[in-house]
């Protein structure tokens, strides 16, 4: 059973910063594309930041310049660093990892795995 664990969140004021972390463990195979989904009240969660094997990345419009990706693959760890927040950023962030099997889409790679979520509030 795959396990990816977020941490970092936290409430922070407009214009401020944080950086995410997610660790990863029991994988039983190597995955090609890490990411970052968030999900505001009462919106459908949506993909915010993904990097795949050869470290290319990809960002959701509302967050490029603002966010980047990076992950640490000798400890498993997938960060987001968050810039320049703003209240719209609001909301749970999740940290995802594609599967075979997996029933959500964003731009091309199906995500299987999912974190427990770390809360992001950004308040103005």
């Known amino acids: 059973q795959v396990q990816l664990a977020e941490s970092g969140g936290g409430s922070v004021q407009a214009g401020g910063s944080l950086r995410l972390s997610c660790v990863a463990s029991?994988?039983?195979?190597?995955?090609?594309?890490m990411g970052w989904f968030r999900q505001a009240q009462g919106k459908e969660r949506e993909g915010v930041a993904s990097i795949d094997s050869d470290g290319s990345t990809s960002y959701a419009d509302s967050v490029k310049g603002r966010c980047t990706i990076s992950q640490d693959n000798a400890k498993n760890t997938l960060f987001l660093q968050m810039n320049s927040l703003k209240p719209e950023d609001t909301g749970m962030y999740y940290c995802?990892?594609?599967?075979?099997?997996?029933?959500?889409?964003?731009?091309?790679?199906?995500?299987?795995?999912w974190g427990q979520g770390t809360q992001v509030t950004v308040s103005s």
């Open positions: 029991g994988y039983a195979y190597t995955h090609n594309c």
């Open positions: 995802a990892a594609d599967s075979p099997d997996g029933r959500t889409w964003w731009l091309g790679v199906r995500f299987g795995y």
